[in-house]
C-alpha cells in the first residue's frame, strides 16, 4: 500500500509524517518490536538477578543447619565453594546487569532514538497506530481511536 493509501494513524501524535513510505514506517516498527524484546531480555537478566541473590542468601541458612546435624564438611564445602561465588568470571549478577545496561542495552535504545528522530520526526508505534486503525470497528464501543 502506498503512503498516499495507507489508513490515517489514531491520533496526530502517531500520523506518519509527509513523505515517509511503508518500508520505513514498517523497519521502524520492526526495530521497536526488537527494542521491546530486549527490553524483556533485560528484565529477564534483573530476575536471575535477584533469584541468584535470594539463592545465595539461601545458603547461609543450608551451612547452619548442616552444621547442626554435624555435617561439617559438606557445609564447609557449600560455605567455600559456593556461598559468594563469582556467576561469570570475577562478576556478580549485579555487575553483569550494570554492563548490559550501560552497553548493549542504552546502545539499542539510542539507536532506536536516532532512527526514529531522523526518520520519522521522533514519532513513535507509527506502525502499530495505523494498524490499529485499519483494524478496528469505528463505532463499536472498545474500539475508541484515542481514551
Known amino acids: 500500500m502506498a503512503a498516499e493509501e495507507q489508513a490515517s494513524a489514531v491520533d496526530e ?25 530486549i527490553h524483556r531480555v533485560r528484565g529477564h537478566l534483573y ?33 567455600h565453594e559456593l556461598l559468594g561465588r563469582n556467576v561469570l568470571p570475577g562478576r556478580w549478577t549485579f555487575q553483569i ?10 546502545a539499542f535504545q539510542e539507536i532506536d532514538r536516532d532512527a526514529r528522530e531522523k526518520l520519522a520526526g521522533g514519532r513513535r508505534h507509527i506502525f502499530e497506530a495505523e494498524m490499529k486503525e485499519r483494524r478496528r470497528t469505528h463505532g463499536m464501543p472498545g474500539h475508541e481511536a484515542t481514551p
Do not use: I, N
Open 13 to 37: 501524535a502517531h500520523t506518519r509524517p509527509d513523505g515517509l513510505d511503508d518500508s520505513t514506517v514498517e523497519a521502524l516498527g520492526e526495530l521497536s518490536k526488537a527494542l521491546e524484546t
Open 47 to 79: 530476575s536471575a538477578h535477584q533469584l541468584v541473590g535470594g539463592a545465595d542468601l539461601t545458603l547461609d541458612r543450608v551451612v547452619k543447619l548442616l552444621r547442626h546435624a554435624e555435617h561439617d564438611e559438606v557445609a564447609d564445602r557449600v560455605e
Open 97 to 106: 546487569v550494570e554492563e548490559f545496561d550501560d552497553g548493549y542495552y542504552a
